[in-house]
């Protein structure tokens, strides 16, 4: 079946350091991958996206890689600030139909000060 | 615009009770959909939407009912409140074949 997973539950980081949140995926037939953030309390946030024909795509301080082959994702967050302290979430997205949004458990980022 | 907007923030229910959720949002957004969050668990699909009128099953559907009368609203409804269901539930719209899901703030259920 459809699984999106974490390989770590939690990540503590120093600020200004770069962090790497990783995913593992299976379900081969997914269109788009997408990172989300959670702040304690709040909903989640949509961060960023890559489209399944790609492998890097950079944001705002942000990069998502995927690599295909071992189905794994990745979101690098450069110059890590306090307020990126969070849950986040790595999803995929179903093509067709309703292009259902299957969510990960979720790796929490501590920053520290 | 207010985005999505999700009430009660907070509620305690008996178990045997019934409740609605409410889901707003301003966007126009075709679809919806409903989560629930649990600890080490992500979240996980119950009912979504594709339109007014158009409502399917997710993958943790039973003991909840929803409808879609409007573009606007999505209520979720508690037939009859299990201890199981104790968790936070968050509502999301997003416009067709976008990636981009707005959610609520959630509501934070306990059934006793």
């Known amino acids: 079946g459809e699984s999106v997973g974490l390989h770590l539950p939690t990540l503590s980081v120093q600020e200004g350091d770069n962090s790497i949140i990783n995913c593992a995926y299976s379900?081969?037939?997914?269109?788009?991958f997408i990172w989300y953030k959670q702040e304690s309390g709040k909903g989640p946030q949509f961060i960023i996206d890559i489209r399944s024909n790609m492998d890097k795509r950079q944001g705002q301080r942000v990069t998502v890689l995927l690599n295909k082959t071992v189905k794994h994702l990745s979101l690098q967050i450069a110059a890590t600030q306090p307020g990126d302290s969070a849950v986040y979430f790595c999803a995929e997205k179903s093509e067709g139909g309703y292009q259902k949004v299957t969510f990960g458990t979720g790796t929490k980022l501590q920053v520290i000060p | 615009n207010a985005g999505v907007t999700q009430t009660p923030k907070f509620q305690v229910l008996k178990t045997g009770q019934s409740m609605t959720l409410q889901c707003a949002q301003d966007m126009n957004h075709e679809y919806m959909s409903w989560y629930r969050q649990d600890p080490g668990m992500g979240l996980r699909l119950i009912h979504y939407?594709?339109?007014?009128?158009?409502?399917d099953q997710g993958e943790v559907p039973n003991g909840y009912n929803v409808s879609r009368s409007t573009t606007e609203d999505f209520p979720l409804r508690l037939l009859s409140a299990a201890p199981s269901q104790t968790s936070v539930y968050f509502c999301?719209?997003?416009?067709?074949?976008?990636?981009?899901?707005?959610f609520g703030q959630g509501t934070r259920l306990t059934v006793v």
């Open positions: 379900n081969s037939a997914s269109d788009y």
């Open positions: 999301a719209s997003r416009r067709g074949g976008n990636t981009e899901a707005f």
């Open positions: 939407s594709v339109g007014a009128g158009i409502t």
